[in-house]
T-cell receptor, first 115, second 113 residues
Framework: DAGITQSPRYKITETGRQVTLMCHQT?????MFWYRQDLGHGLRLIYY???????DKGEVPDGYVVSRSKTENFPLTLESATRSQTSVYFC??????????????FGPGTRLTVL | AQKITQTQPGMFVQEKEAVTLDCTYD???????LFWYKQPSSGEMIFLIY??????QNATEGRYSLNFQKARKSANLVISASQLGDSAMYFC??????????FGTGTRLLVSP
């Protein structure tokens, strides 16, 4: 399927477990992003990637790890999940990272619950 | 650091009327971009409109327009002729460079028949 997909769509895990959220895009966009959405905070950037093998921290990176070995994939790993990481996670991609107009395309989101 | 403030947690409008959703921003950059996204109850994020800091004209996209007042650092979204399908959360965001968006907390719009 063309576009940007996330898996799983829903995940329930326990405190201390490792969890990986997957993100795949078919547009060959250079930039990819991970956001989390919590009530009262809007969306906050966790990590972003400018290209394969280039990643950098966003606003709330603690407790998360990313990698990007291929342009189309950008997995997000919670190394040891905590209850505070219960959230909805959105992956996004865009063609370029310049400050000119470049729309970010969002995936459908993953709802993660940490018990 | 860049910041977006959306002071209206909820707004109500009747169908076919216009509504303005407020957004103020804080940045020390001269070049920046402002975005509005819609999030319906189904959860996806839908891009609506973009305004660049050097754009002289206010952006328009169909029924959406952006009232950009640079000196006041505001970028309000105007939806004309509201439809029931416009009921959703609306987020304002600023591009902090390399498309790293900072979002506001959102405004929930409810359109009544």
């Amino acid at each position: 399927d063309a576009g940007i997909t996330q898996s799983p769509r829903y995940k329930i895990t326990e405190t201390g477990r490792q969890v990986t959220l997957m993100c795949h895009q078919t547009w060959s966009h250079s930039y990819m992003f991970w956001y989390r959405q919590d009530l009262g905070h809007g969306l906050r950037l966790i990590y972003y990637s400018a290209a394969a093998d280039i990643t950098d921290k966003g606003e709330v990176p603690d407790g998360y790890v990313v990698s990007r070995s291929k342009t189309e994939n950008f997995p997000l790993t919670l190394e040891s999940a905590t209850r505070s990481q219960t959230s909805v996670y959105f992956c996004a991609s865009s063609e370029s990272g310049s400050s000119s107009y470049n729309e970010q395309f969002f995936g459908p989101g993953t709802r993660l619950t940490v018990l | 650091a860049q910041k977006i403030t959306q002071t209206q947690p909820g707004m109500f409008v009747q169908e076919k009327e216009a509504v303005t959703l407020d957004c103020t921003y804080d940045t020390s950059d001269q070049s920046y971009g402002l975005f509005w996204y819609k999030q319906p109850s189904s959860g996806e994020m839908i891009f609506l409109i973009y305004q660049g800091s050097y754009d002289e004209q206010n952006a328009t996209e169909g029924r959406y327009s952006l009232n950009f007042q640079k000196a006041r650092k505001s970028a309000n979204l105007v939806i004309s002729a509201s439809q029931l399908g416009d009921s959703a959360m609306y987020f304002c965001a600023i591009d902090t460079g390399f498309q790293k968006l900072v979002f506001g907390t959102g405004t929930r719009l409810l359109v009544s028949p």
